[in-house]
């Protein structure tokens, strides 16, 4: 048996309704970070198109997880509204995810802060809550 991994990072957990999401809400300025996963100019219409081909069930993910030996990852949610214009990954995807599988999975929320500090911490603080009452 491999060692198992205690933790790792999903940046994109693969999910149907986080790939959809994907699809219609990548920023324009981010393009480029796909040149690195493509080797290939990426283009929007290019990711519509294979955003939800590359869907897994999350139970296929969890399988995957499995046999990787991975016990914890951390999901991320990504707000990049003030400076890249959209928000790929909302936390209120990430959210239910993390909730239902809180062995699992480490949320990690994304905020933008440069719009609203102050609704920010808010967010983050009403997520925590949510949590929290979940877990006891």
């Known amino acids: 048996m491999a060692t198992p991994v205690i933790d790792m990072w999903a940046p994109i957990l693969p999910v149907p309704e986080i790939m959809t999401h994907i699809a219609h809400n990548f920023p324009d300025a981010m393009l480029g970070y796909l040149r690195v996963f493509w080797k290939q100019q ?29 016990t914890r990852s951390l999901i991320t949610g990504f707000d990049e509204k003030s400076t890249a214009g959209r928000t790929f990954v909302p936390n209120e995807l990430i959210a239910p995810i993390a909730e239902g599988h809180p062995a699992r999975f480490i949320p990690f929320a994304g905020v933008d802060i440069m719009i609203s500090p102050s609704a920010s911490a808010r967010g983050l603080r009403d997520s925590a809550r949510r949590q929290e009452q979940s877990h006891g």
Request: glycine share 10%.
């Open 42 to 70: 990426p283009s929007q219409e290019g990711l519509r198109a294979g955003a939800p081909a590359m869907a897994r069930s999350l139970d296929d993910v969890l399988a995957a997880l499995d046999a990787a030996g991975i």
